[in-house]
């Protein structure tokens, strides 16, 4: 009669067999055991294989629902039936065993530490009972070495015999664990001498349990600890929770910390150094708009810990009330930043208890490869990611930047999640909840740099997601946080929110601006609004005079390199200029400074460029100094950005966009001119720049010098003692398209399907707020009427045809529109060179595809350098060029532009530039380096990267449109 155990997979998908055979590998796949049967019984035992399954399902709850981290192993936890089956398994094997009276029960064995296996196997001739042969096959799989990885409690347990007595059976030679110490162990002669009779053999399902319940049973230091920290947890969440659920307007005390555990605040002191909060920050936190869930506008000057505040809202929002939260930033850096993943994070989750459960080997090594693959991304201690609060505190931070992001976002098995996005991702990521109905799910919204509204085409965006928002969910609460705002009430009005407003620095600023070689100190409250207060002193030579006539270098080793240095430059070009200019005038003395850290950071760079070295930086950063702008790849300036902040650079020359991005603060800020590119200075902007001065922590103060000329000195004037300017609604922007891509959206979206729903959503924008000052020759219900109308001529949006109906509706063109994100500019012409392409499209070369693909808003940002067009036109094969040909650009055309002779045939250039664009990805597809492609077509690397990362977004964008 043979026994045979089903197993059943956790997995539905299907697992390859041929694997490699490691000591990993269960004693059923092994080649040496397989097929591995008693001499006398037909039933196959299993047990070890099963026994390591039941471990699974309990590390399971760790695992991603969709990773499949130990595929190789089936489970017989959901089988209710198993150890019916493994009983009938022992009661097939008893009458086998009349004719093994010897000690050679084999034991069963779940885990142990270092046992002595000999004392295992039988010695009393070459024929095995089967279970010795089936102890002995699970024992193979694990060499000493590998038990010394076992859990804690196991190895309590082993090294306790009292322990172990306790929780087994008295009888020494019926113990489920082999003995710790060999001088105390049973011989075999022993044994026969004492057992005279045989016993009973006890059932494979009866050592099963009683070898779960002793481990069960065994004391753990490790487990026991985390428990006790869990409970705390819980019960201080649970106490928070039903406090704000009876917070009255007299009661300001939530909890621990802000109605969050003792252990959020443990972890901010852990991973970002803060022991305490700014005053300001804890009266910010007890506000009644903000222990009532009321919107909130809350704004300081730039460096005065506005961010903390918001992440201490977010905490709240997942631990306590148990919903969603979107942060939106305004770049991609930023985004980055935030979901950092640290070594710091990594670290925790090595030491911590779960990777000490069953599967502890496997998982101990993949956190040790991940720790040390860390490493590359963090030089310093400080954490600025949230991802080491997610894994702590147990929810999930999602990316949405560039081409991450999934819409609408997977639902989490009873965890929250973190949407960190920069402004466009969320636009997108709202769209999709709203259609998946679940929008409510999320209970926070905070957006940085909310002065951003009045910023173009993305301070629309911003608008339009923040509309939906407040018209869909009622219940979303929306916190916006800037350093300059300007007409704070219009805001207000707009988001029916509360202000706070504080002017706290947590170090002092003090601006200055230089003319000649005289530097003031700017005070407003003065006629001239400029103070003397000194002159420099540095010696010049009449030719160093010539080269740095506006005393760069004068400034800047005023400070460095004992300090940090910014200088803000107006161009790319003259960034990297300046840089160079002040390395020709230090002396030796810098190179000396951190000699062997500026090696590595060289090593870096060049490691990053697959051997290459931007020439400038190779002259530069051995001075320790560096410039920072759009033309330097991901890699480089994340390099950059970590090497001055950890202090191995001193000076960094960069583009106003730095100020904006990652906090990068100095002792002391320059602003080589008033200007960004041919364009005079914003108020916003200048306060942006001069905000980065004064370390927090480290310095007492902060200076900011300006560079100005004669010419200038009015305008400057101006610009310090100016308000902020006011943010004003960009819907109507580019002609309205803004209003445009809204009405369409909330159609498609089923938002709005009439006139009248379509007029009551837009009295909810900040363009209704303002529309006196924006809308001055129609007012905004005429602008709405207009902007359905075109819609309609645009064949986006049509009305139904059912009498007496009249509902508004997207027509296939104007949903994948709005779905695929694509600008209504574009849309028309997406669509016929979509269609050109189906009719004949050319698939025997990359480029008609990469052409379809490239995006349209990159073609204004690259002018052809046309002798290296007709160069790379010619290496084109007969295919490719034919389809140049077919969407408009031939070579005679390529030839003649590259003679420097008129064509007086009518192009389309964007149709040209586009075709460059396309030729430029089509030569990194093929070489995949980027540093060679940047070369050959005399483009920025930066440039490159960027358009491979448009691309990419705009492929995706493509995909939803064509769906």
């Not at 956790?10 to 097929?35: F, N, Y």
């Not at 490790?222 to 009255?248: D, F, G, H, L, P």
């Not at 009248?756 to 009427?785: A, N, P």
């Not at 070579?891 to 192009?907: D, H, L, M, T, Y």
Request: proline content about 3%; glycine content about 4%.
């Amino acid at each position: 009669m043979s026994a045979e155990i089903k197993v059943k997979r956790l997995s539905s998908r299907k697992r390859s067999r041929d694997r490699r055979i490691s000591h990993l590998t269960p004693a059923r796949k092994m080649t040496s055991a397989s097929g591995r049967r008693c001499p006398d019984n037909t039933g196959q035992i299993e047990l070890p294989r099963a026994m390591d399954q039941s471990m699974d399902a309990k590390f399971s709850e760790y695992c991603s629902d969709t990773e499949d981290l130990f595929g190789d192993y089936d489970s017989i936890v959901s089988d209710s039936s198993s150890l019916a089956k493994l009983d009938r398994v022992g009661q097939n094997m008893r009458p086998h065993d009349i004719d093994h009276t010897t000690s050679s029960r084999c034991p069963v064995v779940l885990l142990a530490g270092n046992p002595d296996f000999t004392s295992l196997k039988s010695s009393t001739g070459p024929k095995q009972s089967c279970d010795d042969s089936m102890t002995e096959s699970f024992l193979e799989d694990f060499t000493d070495d590998a038990f010394l990885d076992m859990p804690s409690s196991q190895l309590a347990f082993l090294q306790d015999p009292q322990t172990a007595d306790r929780n087994c059976y008295t009888d020494e030679d019926k113990t489920s664990m082999p003995m710790r110490h060999p001088e105390k162990s049973v011989s075999t002669e022993d044994r026969n001498e004492r057992h005279i009779a045989p016993k009973a053999r006890k059932s494979v399902s009866d050592h099963l349990k009683r070898a779960m319940m002793a481990n069960a049973a065994t004391p753990s230091s490790v487990s026991r600890t985390a428990v006790q920290k869990e409970a705390v947890v819980t019960e201080e969440i649970s106490v928070a929770m039903q406090a704000m659920e009876s917070v009255s307007m007299v009661t300001t005390d939530l909890g621990p910390f802000f109605g969050l555990p003792t252990k959020v605040k443990e972890l901010i002191c852990n991973l970002k150094g803060i022991k305490d909060l700014y005053e300001w920050q804890k009266t910010c936190l007890n506000l009644d708009s903000v222990q009532q869930r009321r919107n909130l506008i809350y704004s300081l000057p730039t460096s005065g810990g506005k961010t903390l505040v918001a992440e201490i809202l977010i905490l709240k929002e997942l631990l306590c009330r148990k919903r969603d939260a979107l942060f939106i930033l305004p770049y991609v850096s930023l985004v980055q930043e935030k979901v950092l993943w640290s070594l710091f994070c990594l670290r925790n989750v090595y030491n911590s208890s779960f990777i000490q459960l069953y599967k502890g080997i496997i998982i101990k090594h993949f956190c040790m490869s991940m720790a040390n693959l860390s490493t590359v991304f963090c030089m310093h201690s400080q954490v600025r990611g949230l991802a080491s609060f997610g894994l702590e505190l147990d929810f999930m931070v999602e990316e949405y930047a560039g081409s991450k992001g999934r819409f609408p976002p997977v639902k989490g098995r009873g965890k929250r999640s973190l949407y960190i996005a920069t402004i466009e991702k969320a636009h997108g990521l709202v769209n999709s909840l709203i259609e998946a109905n679940r929008l409510d799910n999320v209970g926070l919204v905070v957006v940085d740099e909310l002065h951003m509204l009045g910023d173009g085409s993305r301070g629309a965006i911003i608008e339009m997601t923040l509309a939906k928002v407040l018209y869909i969910s009622k219940s979303t609460q929306i916190i916006g946080m800037s350093a300059t705002l300007g007409n704070v009430q219009d805001i207000q009005k707009f988001l029916k929110a509360e202000n706070y407003t504080n002017d706290f620095r947590p170090v002092e600023l003090k601006e200055y601006v230089k003319l000649k070689d005289s530097i003031y100190e700017v005070d407003p409250k003065e006629e001239e609004c400029f103070r003397f207060s000194r002159l420099l002193n540095f010696k010049y030579s009449s030719a160093m005079q010539k080269i740095d006539q506006d005393h760069i270098v004068a400034l800047v080793t005023e400070v460095i390199p004992s300090q940090s240095c910014l200088v803000f430059c107006p161009t790319k070009k003259n960034c990297e200029n300046v840089a160079e200019m002040i390395c020709k005038y230090l002396k030796e003395d810098f190179i000396q400074h951190k000699q062997a850290e500026k090696a590595v950071l060289l090593g870096e760079l060049r490691s990053s460029g697959n051997g290459s070295l931007c020439p400038v930086l190779k002259k530069t950063v051995p001075y320790g100094l560096a410039y920072h702008h759009s033309g330097l790849t991901s890699e480089e300036r994340k390099l950059v950005e970590e090497a001055y902040s950890a202090g191995v650079l001193c000076l960094l020359t960069c583009t106003s966009t730095l100020a904006a991005g990652i906090n990068l603060p100095a002792r002391r800020v320059i602003l080589r001119s008033p200007y960004v590119a041919a364009d005079f200075l914003k108020r916003s902007q200048y306060k942006q720049m001069v905000g980065r001065a004064g370390r927090a922590g480290i310095d007492t103060h902060g200076e900011s010098i300006l560079i100005l000329q004669d010419k200038d000195k009015v305008l400057v004037k101006k610009l310090v003692s100016a308000p902020m300017e006011i943010c004003i609604s960009n819907l109507m922007h580019s002609d309205g398209k803004g209003v445009l891509s809204l009405i369409l959206s909330v159609i498609g979206l089923n938002i709005t399907n009439s006139l009248e729903q379509i007029r009551d959503f837009m009295s909810g924008t900040l363009l209704s707020v303002q529309e006196k000052q924006v809308c001055l020759e129609r007012s905004l219900w005429e602008v709405t009427q207009e902007c359905v109308e075109l819609l309609k001529e645009k064949g986006l949006v049509t009305v139904s045809t059912e009498p007496q109906d009249g509902t508004l509706q997207v027509t296939k063109l104007g949903r994948a529109t709005y779905k695929g994100s694509v600008d209504l500019t574009y849309c028309d012409l997406l669509y016929r060179d979509l269609s050109k392409g189906l009719e004949s499209l050319m698939l025997n070369s990359f480029l008609h595809l990469i052409y379809l693909v490239t995006p349209y808003d990159m073609v204004s940002q690259c002018k052809p350098d046309w002798m290296v067009y007709f160069r790379q036109f010619t290496l084109l094969s007969a295919a490719e060029q034919k389809m140049c040909a077919a969407v408009g650009v031939s070579e005679s055309f390529v030839a003649r532009k590259a003679a420097g002779q008129n064509v007086k045939k009518n192009i389309d250039q964007v149709v040209v530039s586009r075709l460059y664009l396309a030729l430029v990805l089509l030569s990194l597809l093929k070489e995949t380096d980027l540093w060679s492609v940047a070369d050959r077509f005399q483009l920025s690397r930066g440039f490159i990267q960027t358009l491979l990362s448009s691309s990419s977004v705009f492929c995706s964008c493509v995909l939803h449109f064509t769906e």
